[in-house]
Nanobody, 126 residues
């Protein structure tokens, strides 16, 4: 059974850092494009960052550039989203996604990704 399970969400203060994890089971992330999306209350889900299946290309949303980094650990079959300098407007539910032999198109269309996790909540508040 193909499954992605996120963890690491928490309530933090502005300026803090947080690392989200997404563990894959039932398939190997090694040949998959990996991506993170987020959905804030009352807003549509949006792309955060992506790493292509070959790791040769990547994409990040404007708000993520310089603050968020997506990576993978193939030996652990896990992907990560390292977030720094968190702001209150980063508050959202964060989702991981994967697509076999996928890439990272600009804007990160959701339809490009077949496999999704259930999300983990990140709240940034003082």
């Amino acid at each position: 059974q193909v499954q992605l399970v996120e963890s690491g969400g928490d309530s933090v203060q502005p300026g803090d850092s947080l690392r989200l994890s997404c563990a894959a089971s039932g398939f190997s992330l090694k040949q998959h494009a990996i991506a993170w999306f987020r959905q804030a209350p009352g807003k549509e889900r949006e792309g955060v960052a992506c790493l292509s299946s070959s790791d040769a290309s990547s994409w990040s949303a404007g708000f993520a550039k310089g603050r968020f980094t997506v990576s993978r650990a193939n030996t652990e079959n896990t992907m990560f989203l390292q977030m720094t300098r968190l702001r209150p407007d980063d508050t959202a539910r964060y989702y991981c996604a994967a697509e076999y032999l996928g890439g990272c198109r600009r804007g990160l269309p959701e339809r490009d990704f077949e496999d999704w996790g259930q999300g983990t909540q990140v709240t940034v508040s003082s």
